[in-house]
Nanobody
Framework: HVQLVESGGGSVQAGGSLRLSCVAS????????MGWFRQIPDKEREGVAG???????SYADSVEGRFTLSKDNAKNTLYLQMNSLKPEDTAMYYC???????????????????WGQGTQVTVS
């Protein structure tokens, strides 16, 4: 059973940067597809970036070129480097993992079955 814990959120001015981290604990021997999602109140959760077990990455159009996903397998940690932040990036950010077999859309919420508790990002 895998658990995900996010950190790195905070408040930043527009144009600034933040790096989110997601540490996976528990049974991490499997190869997981992982991703970052974000959600604002009364809105659907939006896929931001995803990384598949082969290392290939996908990004939402709204963050392409500004956000970078990386993974440190030795530390069981997924990172999201966020640069040139905009007020519209303000949201609760969630880390997600998929422990089930099959090829799925990396930015679809339904692709994931394990979720972290979230970390708030506020851009003003």
């Amino acid at each position: 059973h895998v658990q995900l814990v996010e950190s790195g959120g905070g408040s930043v001015q527009a144009g600034g940067s933040l790096r989110l981290s997601c540490v996976a604990s528990g049974d991490t021997t499997g190869r997981y597809c992982m991703g970052w999602f974000r959600q604002i109140p009364d809105k659907e959760r939006e896929g931001v970036a995803g990384i598949e077990s082969d290392g290939s990455t996908s990004y939402a159009d709204s963050v392409e070129g500004r956000f970078t996903l990386s993974k440190d397998n030795a530390k069981n940690t997924l990172y999201l480097q966020m640069n040139s932040l905009k007020p519209e990036d303000t949201a609760m950010y969630y880390c997600a993992a998929r422990s089930l077999p099959g090829v799925v859309p990396p930015l679809a919420e339904s692709s994931y079955n394990i979720w972290g508790q979230g970390t708030q990002v506020t851009v003003s």
